[in-house]
């Protein structure tokens, strides 16, 4: 069974950092896509940035430049680095995985598992 779990949201004024983790167990990291996506209440799960399982990676315009993903293999943890952060970052994020390796940054519908989402709030 695939689990994966996502931790370090909490509140942050603009222009500051803030680093989530996401933790996986089930699944081989080395062989699949990852990413991360964020929703707002009243729109739709957007795509944030995107990892296949060959270490390419895929960044939405609106945090290129801003966000990084990373992925530790031996830990089996996935990164979402996030600097300069502005008010509109404020969403929830979540951690998706799929055992193909060849997406990256997919349409959500692509990506089988998910965690819980983590809340991250910016203030200006």
């Known amino acids: 069974q695939v689990q994966l779990v996502e931790s370090g949201g909490g509140s942050v004024q603009a222009g500051g950092s803030l680093t989530l983790s996401c933790e996986a167990s089930?699944?081989?990291?080395?062989?699949?896509?990852m990413a991360w996506f964020r929703q707002v209440p009243g729109k739709e799960r957007e795509g944030v940035v995107g990892i296949d399982a060959y270490g390419t990676t895929r960044t939405a315009a609106a945090v290129r430049g801003r966000f990084t993903i990373s992925k530790d293999k031996a830990k089996n943890l996935l990164y979402l680095q996030m600097a300069n952060l502005k008010p509109e970052d404020t969403a929830t994020y979540y951690c998706a995985a799929d055992k193909k390796s060849w997406l990256l940054l997919a349409p959500e519908a692509s990506y089988e598992y998910w965690g819980q989402g983590a809340q991250v709030t910016v203030s200006s």
């Open positions: 089930g699944i081989t990291y080395s062989s699949a896509s």
